[in-house]
């Protein structure tokens, strides 16, 4: 069963809005934080966006104005509103949730498959 499923990813203009979905499934206990990365191919994995169980948000000086992060903790659902796409956002975009499977056992990292955004005329 894979634990994070991303969904939301394709193709939108220049300075258009996708909102991308990660879904935890039933194997995941509790969820601390929930992070958004994305990695275009040949480089580094880079940090978006994060949100904590609090609520509390951060964001890459790269995306910050025009992306939110939020998340419906009952669902174990984050989001990613992204507004204002420009072409350098293309790439595939990853959930990462720190996380556990029981009460019995430590979190850990829980990534998904990825979904490609890509921004072009």
């Known amino acids: 069963q894979v634990p994070l499923v991303e969904s939301g990813g394709g193709l939108v203009q220049p300075g258009g809005s996708l909102r991308l979905s990660c879904a935890a499934s039933?194997?995941?206990?509790?969820?601390?934080?929930m992070r958004w990365y994305r990695q275009a191919p040949g480089k580094e994995r880079e940090w978006v966006a994060s949100i904590t169980g609090g609520g509390s948000t951060n964001y890459a000086d790269s995306v910050k104005g025009r992306f939110t992060i939020s998340r419906d903790s009952a669902k174990n659902t984050a989001y990613l509103q992204m507004n204002s796409l420009k072409p350098e956002d293309t790439t595939v975009y990853y959930c990462n949730a720190v996380g556990r499977g029981s009460p019995y056992v430590p979190y850990h990292d829980y990534w998904g498959q990825g979904t490609q955004v890509t921004v072009s005329s």
């Open positions: 039933g194997s995941i206990f509790s969820i601390n934080v």
